[in-house]
């Protein structure tokens, strides 16, 4: 596993086992949100299309996300491995309302210094509204990429609960080398 891409709905836990997989296997974690958000208003990089490609051409990262439209294609070529977070929607709503919560309680900084405000909640993209509306789409086209021969040989570790994501994770530990504490 060289080239891995974490994929799910939003408040699946991609960041989380995305930033598990650098710890463990060393892998260069790059994160989506900061790649694709630069700026104040939520502004988008004009250059996010260009990064993933450029990340994509190495030969080791984690992406925790399967990448903007422009790229995605060639994200799921170059990953050897996807590894997707199929959880119910009911558990992603939980994660996500309570991490939107918080982040709008404590006024977290977010990608390119942005934070969730409240009067955010009532819009269509917000990750709450986001996770529910999208659950059933991202699911199915998630499907028909990881089913897709395009990208065969490509490794497809489909996990259906938080608790399969986490046993699978630890069983990523290689063995025989003392891991950082």
Do not use: C
């Not at 080239?3 to 799910?8: A, E, K, Q, S, Y």
């Not at 989506?32 to 996010?48: C, E, I, K, Q, T």
């Not at 190495?58 to 799921?76: F, Q, T």
Request: hydrophobic share 40%; charged share 30%; no cysteine.
């Amino acid at each position: 596993m060289h080239r891995v891409l974490v994929v799910g709905i939003s408040g699946a836990g991609k960041s989380t086992l995305a930033r598990g997989l650098e710890r463990q296997l060393g892998l260069p974690y790059h994160e989506m949100d900061a790649l694709h958000f630069s700026g104040p208003r939520w502004a988008v990089n004009p250059s996010y299309a260009s990064d993933v490609a450029s990340i994509a051409a190495g030969e080791r990262w984690v992406l925790d996300s399967h990448g903007p439209e422009a790229a995605r294609e060639l994200l799921w070529r170059r990953a050897d491995t996807v590894v997707w977070l199929d959880h119910p929607r009911r558990v992603v709503m939980r994660r996500v309302l309570l991490r939107s919560l918080r982040r709008s309680l404590m006024r977290e900084r977010l990608f390119g210094g942005n934070r969730e405000r409240w009067r955010e909640w009532l819009r269509s993209d917000h990750p709450a509204w986001w996770a529910w509306s999208r659950h059933a789409s991202r699911r199915a086209e998630i499907g028909r990429l990881a089913g897709d021969t395009r990208f065969t040989p490509l490794r497809v570790v489909r996990l259906r609960s938080p608790r399969a994501a986490d046993a699978w994770l630890r069983a990523q530990r290689p063995t025989g080398r003392r891991l950082p504490t």
